[in-house]
């Protein structure tokens, strides 16, 4: 199993204090997953829209997560009653509990497309910055056991990584669990009202804590925004990180995402059973927890760059068998459609984010002291535009080879193409920094 983070230099109670608060805002992340498996049934049969509807919805949604670069900004220089990240966390977590309660209260027939597109834009944005403040907390803390004589750099900053992946992968096991048991008896709304009072609990519990009480490290954090924004651009003069975060935003953004298609396939043409869609969710959440196990025990002294680009292989891999499950050569060969849902299509979900835990390692090591915060919002703000664009390349493709809610004979031809471009990333991996570099450059911080 993987241990818990390294406590901190200045005794066990600060250091377990703040592995409280880190371990329920990602489990909090990963729980997410419960309300947004809701909407796509919500959307589905209770505003009947077609597959691209659905889709687009899906990632304009995600709009406000291109914002997070500000929030870090922001949260790093602007200080609320002393404090930059409990603050912040907690005006995220008010803000999702707001806008799932809307949601959960409004009826189905008085609530049209554009209320349902402003209270998910709501949501996201207080995801957005509860997330940037969690992931600064975690940035600041890895790079302060990194700089530790005690501890091994790598070993450090990846056990902490690994630490709040499990937390959040036990999040996505249960809410994925619990919304695909449940939807069906209870119904979609039921959903968004048990996460409004899950992040109502969250806001409740952060709202007792003191940053001062988590030993968080020092940073320079209080000098303005004006300087903070010239300490990220210091940063990002750096090709190594510069380079690197294009890198894994192109590897995103060139892939079109075919989920809306693939979800309508699924529950409409093969009326496979939303407990099935969830138990497939549970079984990608399991991977991503097994993952971080893995990763942790065996794979931390693989190159990053080598391990990235073999994840990226591998999920064109999972698309082609993709377009073999849609043209029926699984089902001829006597695999039922159920199980292939559960197994390949869970695994292929998370695939994608395999690559973020070794490569956030890798953005840790190189970040410099001060603007942790900032980086690592705009390597997820940089992540969400690219599953943005990745989202709207499928809607056009999609609409290009013909698929629509009743007609999916075009759907092998785009699975084809979807794997095709996830190759082409691996081509320009060297724009990802070797692990020495890495490591160079954090001596000379």
């Known amino acids: 199993m993987v241990s818990s ?8 109670k600060d250091s377990n204090l703040m592995r409280r608060i880190l371990v329920l805002g990602f ?11 809701a909407i796509n049934f919500f959307v589905k049969d209770g505003l009947n829209v077609d597959p691209s509807t659905l889709q ?37 977590a008010f803000l999702q509990a707001v806008s799932w309660l809307a949601i959960a209260i409004l009826s189905p ?29 975690v940035a600041g803390i890895g790079k302060q056991l990194t700089m530790s004589p005690k501890t091994s750099q790598s070993s450090s900053s990846g056990e902490l990584q690994s630490f709040v992946w499990i937390a959040s992968s036990a999040g996505g096991v249960l809410g994925n669990l619990l919304g695909g048991i449940a939807i069906n008896r209870y119904g979609a709304q039921a959903m968004f ?43 990002l003069q750096k090709p190594e990180i510069a380079y ?20 309508f396939y699924q529950t409409q043409y093969l009326n496979i059973n939303s407990s099935v869609l969830g138990i497939s969710k549970v079984f990608g959440q399991a991977a991503m927890l097994l993952w971080s196990i893995i990763y942790n025990c065996y794979l931390k002294s693989v190159p990053s760059k080598k391990l990235i680009a073999a994840i990226q292989g591998v999920m064109a891999v999972f698309m082609l068998s993709d377009l073999l499950f849609v043209k029926g050569v699984y089902r001829n060969m006597g695999v039922p459609d159920s199980l292939y849902v559960i197994v390949f299509s869970g695994l292929l979900e998370v695939l994608f984010f395999f690559k973020i835990l070794p490569f956030n ?28 664009v990745s989202g709207y390349l499928g809607v056009a493709l999609s609409s290009f080879v013909g698929v629509t809610g009743s007609d ?9 193409i979807q794997a095709v471009c996830t190759l082409l990333p691996i081509y320009w991996s060297s724009c990802i920094p070797d692990d020495k570099q890495a490591k160079t450059s954090t001596k000379k911080e």
């Open 109 to 137: 027939s008085g609530i049209s497309i554009f209320t349902l597109s402003l209270c998910l834009l709501l949501s996201n944005l207080g995801a957005s910055i509860a997330e940037v403040a969690n992931d600064a907390i």
């Open 5 to 12: 983070p390294s406590p901190s230099p200045d005794g066990g």
């Open 361 to 388: 390692i890798l953005i840790a090591q190189l970040c410099p002291s001060g603007c942790e915060g900032s980086l690592m919002a705009l390597v997820a703000s940089a992540n969400a535009l690219s599953f943005i």
């Open 27 to 37: 489990w909090v992340q990963g729980f997410r997953c419960l309300p947004w498996m």
């Open 56 to 92: 687009l919805l899906q990632n304009s949604a995600n709009l406000p997560m291109v914002g997070k670069p500000l929030y870090g900004v922001v949260s790093d220089a602007v200080y609320i009653f002393g404090q930059h990240r409990i603050p912040y966390i907690a005006i995220g």
């Open 244 to 263: 690197s975060i294009a890198w894994l935003a192109a590897s995103n953004a060139i892939i079109p995402a075919l989920t809306g298609t693939m979800f």
């Open 193 to 235: 009202l048990i996460f409004s009072l899950t992040v109502a609990l969250q806001l409740f519990v952060t709202i007792t804590v003191h940053e001062s009480s988590l030993n968080l490290p020092k940073s320079s954090s209080g000098v303005g925004i004006r300087k903070q924004l010239s300490e990220l651009s210091v940063a």
């Open 408 to 416: 999916f004979s075009g759907f092998p031809q785009a699975l084809l």
